[in-house]
Nanobody
Framework: QVQLVESGGGLVQPGGSLRLSCAASGFTLDYYAIGWFRQAPGKEREGVSCISSRVGRTYYADSVKGRFTISRDNAKNTVYLQMNSLKPEDTAVYYC?????????WGQGTQVTVSS
């Protein structure tokens, strides 16, 4: 069965850290670009970060630049999003997306809540 599963979300205080994981099953992530997106209540889904296949070129939204780091471990078929210095405005459901020529998969999302 082909699927992406996010994990690692939770409740954290402002200034804290979380590491999200996006694990693939049923297919190999090596040839896929992976993006992390988030959607807060009442807002549209927005792109947070992405990493290209093979070369691993990365992109970050201005709102997370310097605080978030995306990485991939092809041996574990997993992509990570390390989130540091979290702010209340980072609260959202975080989704990962895998895309390659002709194929696209979304995960089910993981909730991140930043609150004191």
């Amino acid at each position: 069965q082909v699927q992406l599963v996010e994990s690692g979300g939770g409740l954290v205080q402002p200034g804290g850290s979380l590491r999200l994981s996006c694990a693939a099953s049923g297919f190999t992530l090596d040839y896929y670009a992976i993006g992390w997106f988030r959607q807060a209540p009442g807002k549209e889904r927005e792109g947070v970060s992405c990493i290209s296949s093979r070369v691993g070129r990365t992109y970050y939204a201005d709102s997370v630049k310097g605080r978030f780091t995306i990485s991939r471990d092809n041996a574990k078929n997993t992509v990570y999003l390390q989130m540091n210095s979290l702010k209340p405005e980072d609260t959202a459901v975080y989704y990962c997306k895998a895309i390659t020529s002709g194929r696209l998969y979304w995960g089910q999302g993981t909730q991140v809540t930043v609150s004191s």
